[in-house]
């Protein structure tokens, strides 16, 4: 049996950034590890410039995130799917950044950002052999967040605490059962006989730098990621 620390992310809109090509920056369909770490980060308190205790967190915990079944009712009372719904918001920026090195910055540029409406995710955490940073830290740290959450940009609030539940289980898969609502494909980091590579494994000291991995597919008849 193990250990786990249930998340809720619930908001009116997410947004779960993939690499992004010059203006354009797209949204994951479910929370990558980046952003739970970057999620996490806040909540203890850490800052982006605390490279050491950032590593830290990213040794101590792995994830499986569930991308949660949804469902409404038709004018009959007939149970509905409510499907998530991508949306793209058009910016103008001036005083943009050329880089996240030196101050130099453009005079006026486009972006166009998606946003996630409709989904919600719950995420199991659990721990690695010697991790630094403990679950019982993170489950505080989630009660009473250092730093304010958010679901991938700052103008995506939270409509619920994070804090779902904590509780042991045989598998991240069996933790994520005993969460309402039941169903939904599930991205872990425990191995499967599905699988997809991501690139979203930040890497320590180089801003908006990540490496390749591979997440596992639990459930679900199809996956459009």
Not at 52 to 66: G, P
Not at 137 to 146: I, S
Not at 180 to 202: A, K
């Amino acid at each position: 049996m193990g250990d786990y620390l249930i998340l809720k992310l619930q908001g009116p809109m997410q947004a779960w950034g993939e690499h992004s090509f010059e203006g354009t920056r797209p949204s994951g369909n479910f929370p990558t590890r980046s952003a739970l770490l970057g999620l996490l980060g806040a909540c203890l308190g850490i800052r982006r410039n605390e490279y050491e205790r950032l590593q830290q967190l990213a040794d101590s915990v792995q994830f499986a995130v569930r991308k949660d079944a949804r469902q409404t009712q038709t004018e009959w009372g007939e149970p509905k799917k409510l499907p998530m719904v991508k949306m793209t918001d058009y910016h103008t920026v001036k005083d943009a950044r050329q880089s996240y090195i030196g101050l130099k910055s453009h005079e006026t540029i486009q972006t166009w950002r998606e946003y996630l409406l409709d989904a919600e995710y719950s995420v199991a955490i659990w721990e690695n052999e010697d991790a630094a940073v403990s679950l019982d830290e993170l489950e505080t740290a989630v009660r009473k967040p250092v730093f304010t959450p958010y679901l991938g940009r700052r103008s995506c609030p939270l409509a619920q605490p994070l804090f779902g539940k904590r509780l042991t289980a045989e598998s991240p898969n069996q933790a994520l059962q005993a969460v309402e609502p039941s169903g939904g494909v599930i991205y872990s980091e425990q191995p499967s006989d599905r699988s997809m590579r991501l690139r979203d494994l930040p890497m320590a000291g180089q801003p908006r730098q990540f490496a390749s991995r591979t997440v596992y597919i639990h459930g679900g008849d199809h996956v459009s990621e």
